[in-house]
């Protein structure tokens, strides 16, 4: 598919002049220049409150700038106007997708279109979906189904197509990485390649250096508001970026790896533990070890963390926590078991947006700083401080409604509650690091690990093989419902991760047999033995 109104190769197709933004007393942008070229994949990153989603908004007409031009395609954008941007020649795929959830993905898909590109024919849209979706590579999303009805993943990429059928001469991708896997990034990667190799200017915004590097022609890095320079990604390191984001050396990617025994009693036991879509599983994990769970999305990682978390009830198995048997029959029975989940749904599930960082951070625990019924509002307020502190959580007040705060500082609240609740003995972290900036990625690992030392178990749910390899003690692997892999830590690497996500076959191990409890390592050399 060509792009009717592709530039020249190496031709500016959007120029950002002298840009500067001010939100009250918070100067978002100052004075930032910089030029994204027809053919290039032109990478933004930083830190949340850098003002990469400022910069996108102003170029794409729904935020005003205080200073400044925008051209789009040669020409200027006069007012704040999204209509009259995509007029230019600008499309943009947003974090949260912008879609009507209850309907269809062949109306979704409708309404996206220009007008001379879709049918005048309503008969014939679903057809013309099915096209649209087949030209992409997503044949297997159903053009009839609901939107809402689709995973995370399918919803961002279905938010990439309803961009790219407007044929635009620029592309604005906010943070697209966030809800997709491997297989997602990889379909991403590819179908913007080949837009870039077609003339069409990518802007591509993400925490994610690893990807960055690997698809990014040019780097731009931003810092409190101010342009740091743009780079050749050829040249650049994930530890050059990291630094010119944050401004100080970086060491490491991640805090050095705490000690644990594997030997000591574990703090929760799993027996032949099974739902409708997940099991039979048996594990075991001990005091202060960090487990990865690993594998393609939809292969029961989430059922697993559902059936934990008490929100699906299991149908067979037994499940303990520091020895005794644990109520997974509804999410308060599992709270009060120890089992506490952190959600990869941090706006749906993990937190009351208009409400302030201090009520989010205790509203589970109000009965610790109560007496006699009567809350004692001082108490609160000077934990909620500490918290702030102790978790180096970035707002103006303890009052500050958290849909404003950025999304690392979102999840440092959701985390303040296992700081506050002492009977938590298992935290389960639903991607904790999912569109979180490198600086706060590290205060959420310091936080984890600071649990991690008190005795807890935390199991991380991750689709970055780099975060499990390098955060966890130990990671297994899951297809079909069931654990097909365990990686002990002197084999946790990238590679293996991966190669046991996509290579992995199961091994037809009855978990709930004699050998419940086995590592799947263990119970391969043991079956190799008898067949021996």
């Known amino acids: 598919m060509s792009t009717s109104g592709a530039q020249h190769r190496g031709e500016v197709a959007l120029s950002l002049k002298n840009i500067s933004k001010q939100f009250g007393v918070v100067q978002a942008l100052k004075d930032v220049s910089v030029d994204f070229h027809a053919g290039e994949i032109h990478a933004v990153v930083g830190e949340n409150g850098s003002g990469k989603s400022t910069l996108l908004g102003i170029a794409s007409g729904s935020v005003e700038q205080n200073r400044g031009t925008i051209t789009i395609g040669g020409k200027q954008l006069h007012r704040d ?7 230019l020649g600008l499309g943009i795929a947003y974090q949260d997708p912008a879609q009507v959830q209850m309907l269809a993905v062949k109306e979704n898909l409708y309404l996206a279109a220009p007008k001379d590109r879709r049918p005048s024919n309503y008969l014939k849209v679903k057809d013309w979906a099915i096209d649209v979706l087949d030209r992409f590579g997503l044949e297997d999303v159903f053009a009839d189904a609901p939107v ?3 995973s995370l993943t399918d919803r961002q990429m279905l938010e990439v197509i309803k961009a790219l059928l407007t044929d635009p001469i620029v592309l604005l991708l906010d943070e697209p990485t966030t809800a997709l896997g491997p297989s997602g990034v990889e379909w991403l990667h590819r179908t913007i390649t080949q837009r870039a190799a077609e003339g069409m200017a990518v802007v591509y915004v993400s925490h994610r250096l690893p990807e960055v590097l690997a698809v990014a022609h040019r780097v731009t890095v931003l810092r409190d508001g101010t342009h740091q320079g743009t780079f050749d990604a050829a040249q650049m390191t994930e530890a050059k970026l990291a630094e010119l984001m944050i401004g100080r050396p970086l060491s490491s990617a991640f805090p050095p790896r705490i000690e644990h025994s594997a030997e000591v009693q574990p703090i929760l036991t799993l027996n032949g533990l099974q739902g409708e879509f997940c099991g039979p599983v048996s594990l075991r994990v001990a005091p202060g070890e960090i487990l990865g769970i690993a594998g393609v999305e939809g292969n029961g990682q989430g059922d697993f963390f559902a059936i934990l978390a008490g929100k699906i009830p299991p149908k ?9 048997h644990a109520d997974l029959t509804s999410p308060l029975g599992a709270l009060q078991s120890g089992i506490m ?3 990869g749904d941090r706006k749906g599930e993990g937190l009351f947006p ?3 960082v201090r009520t989010n951070a205790t509203i589970q625990e109000l009965s610790r700083f109560a007496v006699g019924g009567l809350l004692r509002g001082r108490k609160e307020r ?3 401080a500490e918290l702030i502190k102790d978790l180096k959580i970035r707002t103006p007040s303890m009052e500050q409604p958290v849909q404003f705060l950025s999304g690392g500082n979102q ?5 303040a509650r296992t700081h506050l609740r002492d009977s938590i003995k298992v935290i389960l972290c639903d991607e904790p690091t999912q569109g979180v900036d490198v600086r706060s990625r590290f205060d959420i690992y310091e936080a984890l690990h600071a649990k991690a030392l008190e005795g807890a178990a935390i199991l991380v749910k991750s689709s970055d093989p780099i975060e499990l390899s390098e955060f966890c003690h130990r990671v297994v692997v899951m297809s079909r419902g069931q654990i097909i892999d365990d990686i002990p830590l002197a084999e946790l690497s990238e590679r293996r991760i991966t190669e046991a996500i996509v290579g992995g076959v199961h091994l037809g191990f009855d978990a709930s047999g004699p050998d419940q409890g086995k590592s799947i390592a263990d119970q391969t050399a043991e079956a190799a033995g008898e067949t021996v």
Not at 411 to 415: D, F, G, N, P, R
């Open 382 to 384: 000077n934990t909620t």
């Open 411 to 415: 999840q440092k609240v959701v985390l």
């Open 148 to 150: 809402a009805s689709l």
């Open 316 to 324: 067979k198995g037994i499940a303990k926590v520091d020895g005794k």
């Open 354 to 356: 208009v409400l302030g």
């Open 341 to 343: 989940l952190m959600s």
């Open 81 to 87: 106007s999204p209509a009259e941007a995509l007029r």
